[in-house]
């Protein structure tokens, strides 16, 4: 899920921000982790230039990124303590789409998740036209005891996301599925956009199912037919993707 570095970040407009506008921004976002001290520590150059700020309390560091261009908040880790489960996974999922449309994303969609050491660590991608947009991904920290989202990484969201014209499939979900093959069990299916290389994308259809008791997960061109992808979950693999 983690996007590769990108010279063209084109999910990032807007004008360019100062530190003072970042501290803000920063400020307004964690308003309910009760922070007594905000600071902007520095700045990362590079592909994503952003300003690096610090928020602390009695208990723990938060450190984030927010972009100088568009002032976004790119990434953030607040590291807190976690003891128990306290929250199902519903509850931990809808914690970080709310968190996601406070910032101003939308039209995400679960597709995968995992519980460790009390945290949720949930993955969404962008939906349009019930197309699931795997490029545009935000991993998203849950903690299971409180609810509260205490991590989010979202440059591949930022390096990717864009307008996009999806043509229909020339294939209908039905004659996709006679591309796969044959004796894998199908257990569910959904039209997908996904990543080939750093500049190409390709529309499939997303088939899982079992094959001699391993769970895979098959990518169909939506418009030729032709097997694009093909994954094996394989042993001591952690999480649940979200059909």
């Not at 519903?90 to 050491?117: H, P, R, S, T």
Request: net charge negative.
């Amino acid at each position: 899920s983690d996007g590769a570095e990108q010279i063209e970040l084109k999910g990032l407009t807007g004008e360019q921000v100062d530190k003072t506008k970042a501290v803000e921004i920063f400020t307004n976002v964690f308003k309910d982790y009760g922070f007594t001290e905000i600071n902007c520590v520095g700045c990362t150059e590079g592909a994503v230039e952003c300003y690096n700020l610090e928020g602390k309390n009695d208990n723990a560091t938060l450190y984030a990124q927010i972009t100088k261009k568009g002032g976004n908040l790119i990434m953030f880790d607040y590291q807190g303590d976690c003891n128990e489960v306290k929250i199902e996974s519903d509850k931990a999922i809808f914690n970080g789409l709310e968190f996601m449309q406070a910032l101003g994303i939308d039209d995400m969609q679960e597709v995968w998740y995992a519980l460790a050491d009390n945290v949720y660590t949930i993955n969404y991608a962008y939906k349009t036209d019930s197309v699931i947009v795997y490029p545009d991904m935000i991993k998203v920290r849950v903690c299971a005891q409180t609810g509260k989202v205490i991590g989010l990484e979202a440059k591949s969201y930022y390096a990717n996301h864009r307008e996009r014209t999806i043509d229909k499939p020339a294939l209908s979900v039905k004659s996709a599925r006679e591309k796969v093959f044959e004796g894998i069990s199908i257990e569910s299916s959904r039209l997908t956009l996904i990543p080939l290389t750093k500049n190409t994308e390709k529309l499939c259809y997303e088939f899982s199912g079992s094959y001699n008791g391993d769970t895979f997960y098959v990518y169909i061109d939506a418009n030729t037919g032709a097997q694009v992808q093909m994954f094996k979950v394989v042993s001591g693999s952690e999480g649940t993707l979200l059909m």
